[in-house]
């Protein structure tokens, strides 16, 4: 080894590796640990050409400036400590570990049981002791420079009332395309091809929401099997990009990709995972947090410090109640935010950044912080709301300003489509923005984000062509995955040639799609459903970074070009009818000058639904009349029939003496453009698992 760098004190704060012209300034936080080493490595990452002790330690963060270093030099941490699992102690200098504030990695993590601080395979093998170097198995930190940090641009800032949002996986999204240049399939640059933006935005796509965009810790049982982990839901640390991601400089690439977004009016949201980490429990290998200071950054059992708790499902939690495990990560939100330039932040398994102890919290610290930051609590700020802990399903709980996925939502959708009985009385609630829910004063309908499919489960050609899942390809026995699908095949499971079934494949995906976004809230479509893309039955495609993970970018045939149109014809409707967008409930209040309600739940006899009907487990058919007048818009009326049979509707007062006029019929590949109005009493035969709209037409009916 060998290297002629000299170390100065320098300074604790800013946390990380700062170059300020003339060195680079390290500081990185343990409270526990005997003694850190900064390893310098050659420019490819192969050799340590340097090992430096950091001897300065200033409440508990160790510090050290280098003269002369220069950015993209690479670099790595070994700390000392003591290894005592039962006391919740992990340090072993002999591993490699990962700046948790870089903010640029150099290659990959290379699998290899060198990784784990303990040998692989004794007894009680975490208590004991691994002595061999991983470092050659490791990515290397790369020192950032200032040119690096580019100003953000001016933001969209779209209302979260005009919002769609558009749920992406960055390297499934461009990996197919033919249009994006093949170095640039995949990644960053990828997402700012303009045929890509011209996708999004001929859809009507206001937000992109970007899966993990972090680096991932590849499980060793995925890679033993040849897989890995596609979706990056195993985040090895939170201020770099994966540079699987990068085609090229990731920051800047980045930074030139949130740029053509937001000159399309597109934001871009960040999913982050900041509930767990790739490291596992105590079998797990050691990266980063684990070897910096176990016991701090991780939340462990306390009658048995050995044991991680696991309210992620993933093996650990982090320990957001530790002051610098949330000073990290509301660091992480502020360079994303502020650096970076993002729009908002949808927050992985949110419940378990808020526990106290084994109980949920809303007013916990980090939630209390980011509303108290000037550039945080004016972004979109979305939660998953639960975990996998005790209690650990909150939906409806999260604060103000925030935006929760509505899984109630999905599956109410869901099964009143697959024709499921006594759907009504919740489904009223969840075309109406979940009053149930969100109901309290600082909240509202846009509290809702509305979703029938996401990254998790199937795609909505796969809900419509599978009773089951079929998940064999990612190695655990179709043991991994919901069974709680509330899907329907339409009678062939998988693929199908018949017409029938095709037909009816495409009307329930019409159905499902015109229900999402004729819905009070905040719509979100997974990325792919408009061209229907299918998984092959695969509901956990986590590990699937292949063909079943990525988008087809092949000519769509007529049918699913058809489907293509017909959502952005969806699209079109909800924005221009400000009623599909409110920001307050329902009422049921009337207005003076129409003398309608706001909202008039309708039975197919045209009138108004009573306590029975809601109640009846056999309504599969019913309607509602959405007022425009309350807000100087068209008024419209939306009858939906989710039976087996045809059914008749009587239609009813328009109001003003207005008519009907027929906007969209799910049961027509094309939308409704000629037809005839139609006169209040007149009948209206809806034919099974369909749904028309009709908006109020002031003309004379032909």
């Given at each position: 080894?060998?290297?002629?760098?000299?170390?100065?004190?320098?300074?604790?704060?800013?946390?990380?590796?700062?170059?300020?012209?003339?060195?680079?300034?390290?500081?990185?936080?343990?409270?526990?640990?005997?003694?850190?080493?900064?390893?310098?490595?050659?420019?490819v990452?192969?050799?340590?050409?340097?090992?430096?002790?950091?001897?300065?330690?200033?409440?508990?963060?160790?510090?050290g400036?280098?003269?002369d270093?220069?950015?993209g030099?690479?670099?790595?941490?070994?700390?000392?400590?003591?290894?005592?699992?039962?006391?919740?102690?992990?340090f072993?200098?002999?591993?490699?570990?990962?700046?948790?504030?870089?903010?640029?990695?150099?290659?990959?993590?290379l699998?290899?049981?060198?990784?784990?601080?303990?040998?692989?395979?004794?007894?009680?093998?975490?208590?004991?002791?691994?002595?061999?170097?991983?470092?050659?198995?490791?990515?290397?930190?790369?020192?950032?420079?200032?040119?690096?940090?580019?100003?953000?641009?001016?933001?969209?800032?779209?209302?979260?009332?005009r919002?769609?949002?558009?749920?992406?996986?960055?390297r499934?999204?461009?990996?197919r395309h033919?249009?994006?240049?093949?170095?640039?399939?995949?990644?960053?640059a990828?997402?700012?091809t303009?045929?890509?933006?011209?996708?999004?935005?001929?859809?009507?796509?206001?937000?992109?929401?970007?899966?993990?965009?972090?680096?991932?810790?590849d499980?060793?049982?995925?890679?033993?099997?040849?897989?890995?982990?596609y979706?990056g839901?195993?985040?090895?640390?939170?201020?770099?990009l994966?540079?699987?991601?990068?085609?090229?400089?990731?920051?800047?690439?980045?930074?030139?990709?949130?740029?053509?977004?937001?000159?399309?009016?597109?934001?871009?949201?960040?999913?982050?995972?900041?509930n767990?980490?790739?490291?596992?429990?105590?079998l797990?290998?050691?990266?980063?947090?684990?070897?910096?200071?176990?016991?701090?950054?991780?939340?462990?059992?306390?009658?048995?410090k050995?044991?991680y708790?696991?309210?992620?499902g993933?093996?650990?939690?982090?320990?957001?109640?530790?002051?610098?495990?949330?000073?990290?990560?509301?660091?992480?939100?502020?360079?994303?935010?502020?650096?970076?330039?993002?729009?908002?932040?949808?927050?992985?398994?949110?419940?378990?950044?808020?526990?106290?102890?084994?109980?949920?919290?809303?007013?916990?610290?980090?939630?209390?912080?980011?509303?108290?930051?000037?550039a945080?609590?004016?972004?979109?700020?979305?939660?998953?709301?639960?975990?996998?802990?005790?209690?650990g399903?909150?939906?409806?709980?999260?604060?103000?300003?925030?935006?929760?996925?509505?899984?109630?939502?999905?599956d109410?959708v869901?099964?009143?489509?697959r024709s499921?009985?006594?759907?009504?009385?919740?489904?009223?609630?969840?075309?109406?923005?979940?009053?149930?829910?969100f109901?309290?004063?600082?909240?509202g309908?846009?509290?809702?984000?509305n979703?029938?499919?996401?990254?998790?489960?199937?795609?909505l050609?796969d809900?419509v062509?599978?009773?089951?899942?079929?998940?064999?390809?990612?190695?655990?026995?179709?043991?991994?995955?919901?069974?709680?699908?509330?899907?329907?095949?339409?009678?062939?499971e998988?693929?199908?040639e018949?017409?029938?079934?095709?037909?009816?494949?495409l009307?329930?995906?019409?159905?499902?799609?015109?229900?999402?976004?004729?819905?009070?809230?905040?719509?979100?479509?997974?990325?792919?459903?408009?061209?229907?893309?299918?998984?092959?039955?695969?509901?956990?495609?986590y590990?699937?970074?292949?063909?079943?993970g990525?988008?087809?970018?092949?000519?769509?045939?007529?049918?699913?070009?058809?489907?293509?149109?017909?959502?952005?014809?969806?699209?079109?409707?909800?924005?221009?009818?400000?009623?599909?967008?409110?920001?307050?409930?329902?009422e049921?209040?009337?207005?003076p000058?129409?003398?309608?309600?706001?909202?008039?739940?309708?039975?197919?006899?045209?009138?108004?639904?009573?306590?029975?009907?809601?109640?009846s487990?056999?309504?599969?058919?019913?309607?509602?009349?959405?007022?425009?007048?309350?807000?100087?818009?068209?008024?419209?009326?939306?009858?939906m029939n989710a039976?087996?049979?045809?059914?008749?509707?009587?239609?009813?007062?328009?109001?003003?003496?207005?008519?009907?006029?027929?906007?969209?019929?799910?049961?027509?590949?094309?939308p409704?453009?000629?037809?005839?109005?139609?006169?209040?009493?007149?009948?209206?035969?809806?034919?099974?698992?369909?749904?028309?709209?009709?908006?109020r037409?002031?003309?004379?009916?032909?």
């Open positions: 080894m060998t290297g002629s760098y000299a170390l100065r004190a320098g300074w604790p704060h800013p946390l990380g590796a700062t170059w300020d012209g003339r060195g680079v300034n390290f500081a990185i936080f343990s409270q526990h640990a005997e003694r850190i080493d900064l390893c310098l490595f050659d420019r990452g192969q050799r340590e050409t340097q090992r430096l002790a950091l001897g300065e330690r200033s409440d508990d963060i160790w510090h400036y280098v003269p270093l220069l950015p030099q690479l670099y790595g941490y070994r700390v000392h400590g003591p290894y005592d699992p039962g006391n919740g102690h992990r072993n200098p002999n591993k490699l570990l990962i700046d948790p504030y870089a903010k640029a990695l150099h290659g990959h993590i699998p290899d049981e060198a990784h784990f601080g303990y040998r692989v395979g004794d007894a009680c093998s975490d208590l004991s002791f691994d002595v061999r170097d991983n470092a050659a198995y490791m990515p290397k930190c790369r020192v950032v420079g200032r040119d690096a940090q580019i100003t953000p641009d001016r933001a969209p800032a779209t209302p979260w009332s919002t769609l949002v558009y749920e992406l996986h960055v499934g999204m461009t990996i033919p249009e994006v240049a093949s170095a640039l399939r995949g990644t960053f990828g997402l700012a303009p045929a890509l933006i011209q996708h999004l935005t001929s859809l009507g796509v206001t937000a992109v929401e970007l899966m993990p965009v972090h680096p991932v810790v499980e060793l049982r995925l890679t033993a099997r040849g897989l890995r982990n979706w839901y195993n985040p090895l640390t939170f201020l770099a994966e540079p699987r991601y990068c085609a090229g400089e990731g920051i800047g690439e980045f930074k030139a990709m949130l740029h053509a977004m937001h000159d399309a009016g597109i934001e871009v949201i960040l999913d982050v995972v900041f767990h980490s790739g490291e596992s429990d105590e797990g290998p050691t990266h980063c947090f684990r070897g910096i200071d176990n016991i701090a950054y991780y939340r462990l059992d306390p009658s048995n050995r044991y708790l696991n309210a992620s993933c093996g650990n939690t982090l320990n957001l109640a530790h002051p610098r495990v949330l000073q990290m990560v509301m660091d992480a939100l502020r360079y994303f935010a502020c650096e970076m330039g993002v729009d908002g932040f949808r927050f992985d398994l949110a419940v378990a950044l808020a526990r106290d102890g084994n109980r949920f919290e809303p007013a916990c610290d980090l939630f209390q912080s980011i509303a108290a930051d000037p945080l609590s004016r972004l979109k700020l979305i939660a998953e709301p639960w975990d996998a802990g005790e209690d399903y909150q939906l409806g709980r999260f604060p103000a300003g925030w935006g929760e996925w509505n899984d109630r939502f999905r109410c869901r099964r009143f489509w499921d009985a006594g759907q009504a009385a919740e489904l009223g609630f969840r075309l109406t923005g979940s009053s149930d829910l109901g309290r004063p600082d909240r309908p846009l509290a809702s984000i979703f029938i499919t996401a990254h998790d489960g199937f795609t050609q809900l062509s599978y009773d089951r899942k079929h998940n064999l390809a990612n190695g655990e026995d179709d043991a991994d995955g919901t069974d709680r699908n509330f899907s329907w095949n339409c009678g062939v998988g693929p199908s018949d017409p029938a079934i095709r037909v009816l494949r009307r329930q995906k019409r159905n499902l799609m015109a229900t999402l976004l004729l819905s009070q809230g905040v719509p979100m479509i997974t990325a792919g459903d408009e061209r229907g893309r299918t998984q092959r039955g695969n509901n956990n495609a590990c699937q970074d292949n063909e079943i990525w988008i087809d970018w092949a000519p769509l045939p007529s049918d699913d070009r058809a489907f293509f149109d017909f959502v952005r014809t969806l699209v079109g409707l909800r924005q221009s009818h400000p009623t599909l967008r409110r920001e307050r409930f329902f049921g209040t009337v207005e000058v129409s003398e309608l309600k706001d909202i008039l739940w309708l039975s197919p006899r045209g009138e108004e639904m009573t306590e029975c009907d809601w109640n487990p056999y309504v599969r058919a019913l309607g509602f009349i959405v007022n425009g007048d309350v807000a100087a818009a068209d008024t419209l009326l939306v009858l039976g087996v049979k045809t059914e008749i509707f009587t239609l009813p007062e328009a109001a003003h003496g207005s008519n009907w006029q027929v906007v969209l019929d799910t049961a027509q590949p094309e409704a453009i000629g037809k005839a109005p139609l006169e209040a009493n007149a009948s209206l035969a809806l034919c099974a698992h369909s749904l028309v709209v009709l908006s037409f002031a003309g004379t009916p032909g």
